[in-house]
């Protein structure tokens, strides 16, 4: 309730204020409205963009190690009543798309 | 007319954009229902209907930015707009993985006699969970401190860093999405495999769907801010808003479905009664 | 002359719905793994094989027995 209210109470405020500037300024509109505190933005910048590269760093070392190691084909299973059905057609024709993929590589 | 405005909201001109887009959406219904089922001319109703969609978007959102860049109506109570149909898209994007979740948890935790009371079912290929998930898993929430830092970067009035950090952000998706391929590629079992293949590949389809979608909506943004600065921040700043509403519920929603979704990839084996 | 006992499974906790299906299929499984554990055709496996035949279809047991032939019995034997 309290935070409808001072929705509308700035909702008000806009109202008072000129609207315009949107070529010069664009971004003095976008103050954080939802933010649960309010941050330095200079900081925040810099502490996330560390963390991005920590990230990316993380997962190209992850990738490398799985790429590196291959992986290996399962052998074919029986006939279980449940596995490859099909009970029309696709649209393309009788075969899924990748079905040849187990004699390929 | 512009003297007789006393509000903050952005009363639209009339438009045709909703109804061609209404019927680029019908006609892309049929169509792929036409293409699914065999009926002559679905391929093209479809193609049609597609190409009519895409085109839709492109004048309709080209009219937004010129209503934003240099008509300006595009003030803070009408920037709220966005963000509200964001938070009701994540809302309702979580409804619908909950059904997901619900289906695959319905069918693992009793299974039925049909796949022999087991789960998973005998001659289905399990995906190891210490492989491309173990991968994939830290790759969302490094996309997700991307897109943070372009939203501050953004606020501390950065344009070029948070075309940076946008760039890093899609790119972390599309990593993403190209290992999520490999792993179906390399996949043993298919959706047609058992309630075990169906409930899977629905499940992380969509999941993969999803990102695909944050990365066609992402993408225009950045070619714009390359391309044309100055509209292009404007777009930012509108998209931004979006990805606000989208950190602040999407991310903590994305690693619980990605840890779901791991713990769903174990081998879990119930015994029988 | 002698009276006919007619006699079905006996009720089970491990089962408590209406619906048998599932009952059916563990008395069926019991029934080949007691053969499995036991070398002879022993009597104490007798009891599952009246279980399960007064619980199942005839056409499930069929179709679980060419299963079983096949090698592609879904169940755990």
């Known amino acids: 309730m309290s935070m409808m209210r001072s929705g509308l109470r700035s909702a008000c405020a806009l109202l008072r204020r000129p609207v315009g500037g949107a070529a010069g300024k664009p971004l003095a509109l976008n103050k954080r409205r939802f933010a649960s505190s309010a941050h330095d933005d200079e900081y925040e910048t810099a502490k996330w963009e560390k963390l991005t590269y920590l990230g990316i760093a993380t997962c190209t070392i992850l990738s490398i190690y799985h790429l590196s190691r291959g992986h290996e084909h399962p052998p074919e299973p029986p006939a279980y009543p449940y596995l490859h059905i099909r009970n029309k057609e696709f649209p393309w024709g009788p075969d899924g798309l990748f079905e040849v993929k187990k004699h390929d590589h | 007319m512009m003297e007789s405005i006393r509000h903050s909201y952005h009363l639209v001109d009339p438009s045709p954009w909703p109804i061609s887009g209404s019927l680029g959406a019908l006609a892309t219904t049929v169509g792929g229902v036409m293409y699914m089922h065999p009926f002559q001319g679905g391929a093209t109703l479809l193609s049609l209907g597609l190409i009519f969609l895409l085109y839709t978007m492109f004048v309709w959102w080209r009219d937004v930015l010129r209503e934003s860049t240099l008509e300006g109506h595009h003030t803070k109570a009408v920037q709220l707009g966005p963000r509200y149909g964001s938070i009701l898209f994540i809302v309702s994007e979580v409804m619908f993985l909950f059904a997901f979740f619900w289906a695959s948890s319905h069918s693992s935790l009793a299974p039925t006699v049909d796949i022999g009371g087991i789960w998973p079912p005998k001659g289905i290929g399990v995906l190891d969970p210490r492989e491309i998930p173990f991968l994939n898993t830290p790759i969302l929430p490094s996309s997700g401190a991307a897109v943070t830092w372009a939203h501050h970067a953004i606020l501390a009035g950065k344009e070029k860093r948070a075309v940076y950090a946008l760039v890093a952000t899609v790119s972390l998706a599309l990593v993403f999405t190209g290992f999520q391929g490999m792993e179906y590629y390399q996949a043993p079992s298919t959706i047609s495999d058992s309630i075990y293949g169906s409930t899977f590949f629905l499940a992380t389809g969509f999941h993969g769907f999803h990102v695909i979608i944050d990365e066609t909506t992402s993408t225009p943004t950045l070619i714009t801010s390359t391309l044309r600065p100055a509209t292009g921040y404007a777009v930012l700043s509108i998209f931004t808003g979006m990805a606000i509403a989208e950190i602040e519920l999407d991310a903590p929603r994305t690693n619980t479905v990605w840890l779901a979704e791991e713990l769903r990839k174990e081998k879990r084996s119930v015994s029988l009664a | ?77």
């Open chain 3, 1 to 77: 002359m002698a009276e006919i006992e007619l006699k079905t499974a006996p009720s089970d906790f491990r089962f408590p719905t209406t619906n048998q299906s599932r009952h059916c299929f563990t008395r069926y499984i019991e029934y080949h793994k007691c053969l499995n554990a036991k070398d002879d055709g022993s009597v104490d496996c007798e009891k599952f094989a009246r279980y399960y035949r007064s619980l199942c279809p005839g056409e499930w047991v069929d179709r679980w027995n060419e299963q079983r032939a096949n090698g592609s019995f879904p169940g755990p034997l």
